[in-house]
């Protein structure tokens, strides 16, 4: 059984599109994020939730705008496609929002923007 | 602002060769240590972790990590490595303690020739 499943694996899209990647866990998790891995495998944090709330947001476009239905959802919808959106998309899970809470990673979406 | 860094961006080994990894951190507080192993084609896996206590970490598959709190990193080690163990490595810190936001390096491609 699939902990942290992503869909879709691959996503290739043009410029000015709107696109959504899912992410749903079965762990019982408290915690979900969204990780983006660029070119160079350099991976950053996009955004957290806690219980369906809102904790992360870092320096990101408001064209990213996630979503979490329930606690073992968290999507994130992209609008308005630019080329430099390109790169892998990790979602992952802990079980608490503590910095003792080791992480639980999807297999990634790849976002080819074109 | 907080960073990691990893000294070796691309390794090749032998089988049976040992390996040393570095990674460094930029925080004066209290941090958890992590290192994250990607193999082709999969997610992210926890290899090991240092919360507290003794600061030589075992992980899975023979991996250790010795946290220097003085030199602030945190090494990956392996006394004789394998063809398996070809894959991306990740160290992160997390210093935050409630919201489990990971800082990751830039990751260290090992290929390990049989």
């Known amino acids: 059984d699939t902990a942290v499943s992503q869909t879709p694996k691959y996503l290739v899209t043009q410029m000015g599109n709107d696109k959504s990647i899912k992410c749903e866990q079965n762990?019982?998790?408290?915690?979900m994020y969204w990780y983006k891995q660029d070119s160079k495998k350099f991976l950053k944090i996009m955004f957290s939730y806690n219980n369906k709330e809102l904790i992360i947001n870092e320096t990101v476009p408001n064209r990213f705008s996630p979503k979490s239905p329930d606690k073992a959802h968290l999507n994130l919808h992209i609008n308005s496609l630019e080329l430099g959106d390109s790169a892998v998309y990790f979602c992952?899970?802990?079980?608490?929002?503590?910095?003792?809470?080791?992480?639980?990673f999807g297999n990634g979406t790849r976002l080819t923007v074109t | 602002a907080q960073s990691v860094s990893q000294h070796n961006h691309h390794v090749i080994l032998s089988e049976a060769a040992s390996l040393e990894l570095g990674c460094n951190y930029s925080?004066?507080?209290?941090?958890?240590l992590f290192w994250y192993v990607q193999y082709p084609g999969q997610h992210l896996q926890l290899l090991l972790k240092?919360?507290?206590?003794?600061?030589l970490v075992k992980g899975i598959k023979g991996f250790e990590a010795e946290f220097i709190k003085s030199k602030f990193s945190f090494n990956l080690r392996k006394p004789s490595v394998q063809w398996s163990d070809t894959a991306e490595y990740f160290c992160a810190v997390s210093i935050s303690s409630n919201t489990g936001k990971l800082i990751f390096g830039q990751g260290t491609t090992l290929q390990v020739k049989p």
């Open positions: 762990l019982g998790h408290d915690t």
């Open positions: 992952a899970s802990s079980p608490t929002a503590e910095r003792d809470s080791p992480l639980h």
């Open positions: 925080y004066g507080g209290t941090v958890n």
């Open positions: 240092y919360f507290s206590g003794d600061p």
